[in-house]
């Protein structure tokens, strides 16, 4: 069993930044890639940001240069560091990890005001 616990959404005026963190425990050995999603209301969800075990990182071109992911392999946690938010960021964003699938965080809700 895998738990993924998301913290640090919330409310922000446009151009503010907020930092996501999401910590994993339960089965988590062999974890390949963890990262962030995010589900905008009528929109498919959208990969945002990843990185891979050995530390290769992708980003949507959306957020490049605006958003910065990391990991703590001491802790098992990822984190997203989101700065400059603009509106069209508002979203429920979720964590995951990859191991022998997909496995979600409960999504924590994003919310940019103009």
């Known amino acids: 069993q895998v738990q993924l616990v998301e913290s640090g959404g919330g409310s922000v005026q446009a151009g503010g930044s907020l930092r996501l963190s999401c910590a994993a425990s339960?089965?988590?050995?062999?974890?390949?890639?963890r990262g962030w999603y995010r589900q905008a209301p009528g929109k498919q969800r959208e990969l945002v940001a990843a990185?891979?075990?050995?530390?290769?990182?992708n980003y949507a071109d959306s957020v490049k240069g605006r958003f910065t992911i990391s990991r703590d392999n001491a802790k098992n946690t990822v984190s997203l560091k989101m700065n400059s938010l603009k509106p069209e960021d508002t979203a429920v964003y979720y964590c995951?990890?990859?191991?022998?699938?997909?496995?979600w965080g409960q999504g924590t809700q994003v919310t940019v005001s103009s």
């Open positions: 990185i891979h075990s050995g530390g290769f990182t």
């Open positions: 339960g089965r988590i050995f062999g974890i390949t890639a």
């Open positions: 995951y990890v990859r191991l022998d699938r997909d496995y």
